[in-house]
């Protein structure tokens, strides 16, 4: 056999996916003739396939030393370092490339991935677009333009990106999924959902839409069925950081603090970087009153907050600051990380000739809670004559007899738990809310993203997290001077309103229970004061 006929029969057998025979004759052409570059070439191709990039690097580079001119190798070599995470050499080798051919749809493509994930994510969305003017619909790189948009926050045009591959190809089980991911950083989560099933549908072992479809249904309040799809996301991708903290995440709503912390030590060694895994790592470490090291993990974390990184959300800081200055820093941080550039504002100073003033509260604790045990007798309180009062709930729909006296208390219950950020906002602006009152700033379920477009003259935060939000659309928190003594206003984006007194409000309705528990219920001596700590541990 000549090897003119070797080199035919073993790409007949790689083009019909018979890769081992394939490589097997590949291999005896190069061992009579090392230097074959088509040998080369298309070994290092099957070596991809197979899942050796490095076998295909080191295999390229013989390739291209020996036929420098071929821009196939060329670029191959630099698609084989993308995947190898060699990204400034990939950036160097697509450059190369375009330097000999400009209009090389390909190498401005893998200049973009590069360029990506190396967080030079401007000029990666540049590449890709660039790419696009060249072959306008190509699947993979409008989801590579996507994924950059929604790296840049800018998920609405994400979604679009994503929506137009699926017009292309519907077939492709990676646009559906991160079309979830940009439906759940939209607040729609329903759809997110949805979406990423049409990923699973398409491809069952599709471990980023089993992470895609846990993140909608946390957000959604499946918890358990979270935890399972995260589980089914580490079970395909076991090195994937995200997935571990995600599910760390969702092991804290059932207060499996141990699972919790185990599965965010794994995320960090994973990948020491992921975002605000050392402070969930603390955090759980705390409620499970784990304190050695204590000092030396709450410094080294305080010193990443000062120094702007992505490494606690604000709950944990408010917990273990050593200056309301550190507060600030981290709401900040969290604030550009999840809210992004800023939105166009809804409200652009138009006046309202409203006879009464409207005001709504934003939360998702309309119902037996604690905020509403705080703040019932308050929203029945209002003035009728002056006040139009309005919930806004994005909360779960719970039938107890608290939710039954809050329906009573509000002329309006708008309930927007299926809608997004940008759609609540867009109900405010439309009703011409005069004072829009956000209950719930960091804690468990809270959305500051829908106040972030600016939909009301007034923006106030109040109760459910007295600390800073750190974000510049709210123009007022309500405190007092316990809270935020005089001289500390400077540690507050807002503008603090102190109330006399007490800013917590109380409902004098409230029952105490009738019954006293005899000290031996409880397991105390008859005999002695008693000490008590009703605070959580952490």
Request: glycine share 6%; aromatic share 8%.
């Amino acid at each position: 056999m000549t090897l003119q006929q070797a080199l035919h029969e073993a790409v007949a057998h790689h083009q019909a996916g018979r890769l081992a025979d394939a490589e097997r004759l590949y291999r005896a052409i190069l061992s009579t003739m090392p230097d074959q570059f088509d040998a080369l070439h298309l070994l290092a191709r099957i070596a991809m396939q197979s899942g050796h990039p490095q076998d295909a690097e080191t295999m390229l580079q013989r390739a291209v030393g020996i036929n420098p001119a071929s821009i196939e190798a060329q670029l191959f070599l630099a698609s084989v370092r993308n995947a190898l995470a060699h990204y400034e050499m990939a950036l160097a080798g697509a450059d190369h490339v375009l330097a000999l051919q400009p209009q090389s749809m390909e190498a401005w493509a893998v200049r973009g991935m590069a360029l990506h994930n190396l967080l030079r994510v401007e000029e990666a969305l540049a590449s890709y677009d660039h790419a696009l003017t060249l072959q306008p619909n190509h699947p993979g790189i409008l989801c590579n333009r996507g994924a950059a948009l929604k790296d840049l926050k800018r998920h609405e045009e994400a979604l679009q990106c994503y929506d137009q591959v699926l017009a292309v190809a519907p077939g492709m089980a990676e646009a559906w999924s991160n079309r979830g991911g940009a439906l759940s950083e939209l607040g729609r989560h329903a759809d997110a959902l949805s979406s990423c099933d049409r990923a699973l549908a398409l491809l069952p072992e599709f471990g980023e839409a089993f992470h895609n479809r846990g993140a909608a249904l946390s957000a959604l309040g499946y918890h358990e069925d979270a935890i399972a799809s995260y589980s089914s996301a580490i079970a395909l991708m076991p090195r994937f950081a995200q997935a571990y903290y995600n599910r760390g995440s969702a092991l804290g709503y059932f207060k499996r603090h141990g699972e919790a912390c185990a599965d965010f030590k794994r995320a960090l060694v994973l990948d020491p970087g992921v975002a605000f895994a050392a402070g969930a790592l603390l955090h759980s470490r705390m409620h499970c009153c784990i304190w050695n090291d204590w000092d030396q993990a709450v410094t080294q974390l305080l010193a990443d907050v000062r120094a702007g990184k992505r490494v606690a959300e604000p709950m944990t800081i408010a917990a273990v600051a050593r200056s309301p200055a550190d507060i600030l820093d981290c709401a900040r941080t969290w604030v550009a990380t999840h809210a992004g550039r800023p939105r166009e504002p809804l409200w652009r100073g138009e006046k309202y000739a409203h006879d009464r003033i409207r005001v709504s509260y934003l939360s998702a604790e309309f119902h037996d809670h604690a905020t509403t045990q705080l703040m019932a007798e308050l929203f029945e309180s209002h003035d009728r004559q002056r006040f139009d009062v309005t919930a806004i709930s994005y909360g779960p729909a719970a039938d107890d007899a608290m939710r039954r006296r809050l329906l009573q208390a509000f002329e309006h219950f708008v309930d927007v738990r299926e809608r997004d950020d940008l759609a609540i906002a867009q109900w405010l602006r439309e009703h011409e809310i005069d004072i829009a009152i956000d209950l719930k700033g960091y804690t468990y379920e809270g959305r500051i993203g829908m106040l972030a477009h600016r939909a009301a003259p007034v923006q106030v935060s109040y109760l459910g997290y007295p600390g800073t939000l750190g974000a510049p659309w709210l123009d007022y928190v309500l405190a007092d001077s316990e809270l935020v003594p005089e001289g500390d206003d400077q540690y507050y984006a807002e503008q603090v309103v102190r109330l006399p007194w007490s800013y917590q409000v109380n409902d004098r309705h409230r029952q105490i229970d009738p019954m006293t528990p005899p000290r031996a219920a409880a397991g105390l001596p008859e005999q002695g004061f008693v000490f008590c700590c009703f605070n959580s541990n952490y």
